[in-house]
């Protein structure tokens, strides 16, 4: 497994742990009536700001602690930071799906305003449609170097 790999693969679990949490959580704060009131996007934005830099966070630790468990597991303290065209392409492919769902989920959340939906749910459906990209950025870049093309 090639250095990039075991990144995709630490940034898709925790990209999923995070999000389940953030699904987990919000369906808590409904139920608790968190989100009744005018400052509901206010509380929402609360949870949202601490969750971000937390996920951030977890990703640098688990890609430093996966590779040196990779490293003494298999031997190879060196990983390969050799960047070619192919990783570029790569790259290239994985930013369309960023920029795909992130751009749905604004035009879906902008059309929703438009005929009433609450603020707060144009809120979730663009922070979703962005994890999502992420996601399947990630996804898409791993399936790429597994295919090698």
């Known amino acids: 497994m090639i250095y990039k790999d075991r990144n995709n693969v630490v940034s898709i679990i925790t990209a999923l742990i995070v999000n389940f949490y953030i699904v987990f959580r919000l369906f808590d704060m409904n139920q608790a009536s968190l989100f009744d009131g005018p400052d509901a996007v206010n509380v929402w934005a609360r949870m949202v700001v601490w ?7 977890v990703t640098i630790v688990g890609t430093i602690l996966f590779n ?4 003494i597991v298999t031997g190879n303290p ?3 930071f050799l960047v070619d065209e192919r990783d570029h392409l790569f790259d290239r492919r994985s930013s369309t799906a960023v920029v795909v769902c ?15 939906w609450s603020a707060l749910i ?28």
């Open 68 to 71: 040196i468990g990779y490293a």
């Open 122 to 149: 144009g809120f979730n459906i663009i922070f979703f449609a962005m994890a999502l990209g992420s996601l399947s950025a990630d996804i898409i870049k791993f399936i790429s170097y597994r295919r090698g093309y």
């Open 78 to 80: 060196k990983p390969s």
């Open 102 to 116: 992130a751009g749905a989920g604004f035009m879906l959340a902008l059309v929703g305003l438009a005929y009433g």
């Open 51 to 57: 969750v971000i830099p937390i996920s951030i966070g």
